[in-house]
């Protein structure tokens, strides 16, 4: 089983950018895929973005292309998310989850290791 420990929330005004980031230890980092999942008050959790455990794939959800990256370091056994361009019904609680296979998923149900999650609020 994996541990993911994310970091980099906070509060920002509409416009403006975060960087989310997710450190894994325990299994093997390189050999899953990796994703972000939000979840904002009183509704479902809702896919965001992911990526293979190459790097080479990624996949995220129309609200946040174009204004979103993902991107992985496997030397440091992190994921990040970039965040620009953010809007206020980006304001959710952001988790980061390790997949079960090594293939970038939007399933939600592909994914079987997940963080405490970071706050992400943003102001209008």
């Known amino acids: 089983q994996v541990q993911l420990v994310e970091s980099g929330g906070g509060l920002v005004q509409a416009g403006g950018s975060l960087r989310l980031s997710c450190a894994a230890s325990g299994r093997t980092f390189r050999r899953y895929a990796m994703g972000w999942i939000r979840q904002a008050p009183g509704k479902e959790r809702e896919f965001v973005a992911a990526?293979?455990?190459?790097?080479?794939?990624?996949l995220y959800a129309d609200s946040v292309k174009d204004r979103f990256t993902i991107s992985r370091d496997n030397a440091k056994k992190t994921v990040y998310l970039q965040m620009n361009s953010l809007r206020p019904e980006d304001t959710a609680v952001y988790y980061c989850?390790?997949?079960?296979?090594?293939?970038?998923?939007?399933?939600?149900?592909?994914?079987?290791?997940w963080g405490q999650g970071t706050q992400v609020t943003v102001s209008s």
């Open positions: 989850a390790a997949g079960r296979t090594e293939i970038a998923s939007m399933g939600l149900n592909d994914f079987e290791s």
């Open positions: 990526i293979s455990w190459s790097g080479g794939s990624t």
